[in-house]
Each structure stands twice: as C-alpha cells, then as structure tokens.
C-alpha cells in the first residue's frame, strides 16, 4: 500500500504544466558618459524557418512580442532619456546602488536605486534620468515591443 501514496503524488505533479519562458530577442549594453555620449553593442536572435513542402520558405510565425534588454552603464552625471529607448512601456531594473533624479517631472523626482529596483515607465510619460551619484549606476531596460 505504500506505492498508492507515491502513484498519486506522481499523477498530482505530472498534471501540472508550464509555460515557456520568453527570452529576449535582442540584448545589448551601452555606456553612457556625463556629456550623453553612448556607445553600444547589441546581439539578436536569428529567426527560424519553419520546414514547408513548397518551395517557399516562411519564417516561422511569432504570436509573442518582441523583448529587448539593454544594459545601461550611466557615469556620474550620465542621463538615460526616453527618447533612446525605442518601444513603449519599459522596466528599468536597478542593478547596483546608486542615485537618480527624473528631470522631466515638475518639480524633479529623485530615486535611491538598489539591486532589484523595478521601476514601470508608462509610454506616455517621457523621462530623462540622470545618474547624481559618485559612482556609475547599472540599469537594465527591458522593453516589450508588439
């Protein structure tokens, strides 16, 4: 009698089922000086072909949104604006401590950033961030673009 318990657990787990998980269709990190000079570096995925008996490939069809991630190295006095990220709403995840002030809200608004800070940016709302800490502050910007 003791497999009945164990059966069981076993058809309790094996009904549960999980989604995909999304990864990001193009990754990249910029650094940003004080002046807003940036450099960046991107990879992207490459689109699959789907296996047709015509002669005719198509790409495969994607019913998911597209995610981009970018990493952003802001130095000490370095803006990260809304008018350089491309898509609508974004997150903006804190990657280490640091200090940020919203100059595009009236009157500004300052942020103490830490590890694991997540930040929405509506679409409608633009922002210019800039860094006022002494030391660079990392920032990864994750956009959903349809």
Do not use: W
């Amino acid at each position: 009698m003791r497999y009945v318990p164990m059966f069981c657990l076993f058809a309790l787990l094996n009904g549960l089922t999980a989604t995909a998980q999304l990864l990001p269709t193009a990754s990249g990190s910029c650094t940003v000086a004080a002046s807003g000079l940036q450099g960046c570096t991107y990879m992207s995925g490459v689109n699959l072909r789907k296996a047709t008996t015509s002669k005719t490939t198509d790409l495969a069809e994607d019913s998911h949104s597209s995610l981009f991630v970018t990493r952003f190295i802001l130095a000490p006095g370095a803006p990260l604006d809304s008018q350089s990220v491309v898509g609508g709403e974004v997150l903006i995840v804190g990657r280490n401590n640091g200090e940020i002030i919203n100059e595009k809200k009236s009157p500004p608004s300052r942020v103490n950033v830490y590890d694991g800070l997540v930040m929405l940016m509506p679409k409608q709302e633009p922002y210019l961030l800039r860094n006022i800490g002494k030391e660079s502050l990392e920032l990864l910007v994750v956009e959903v673009r349809k």
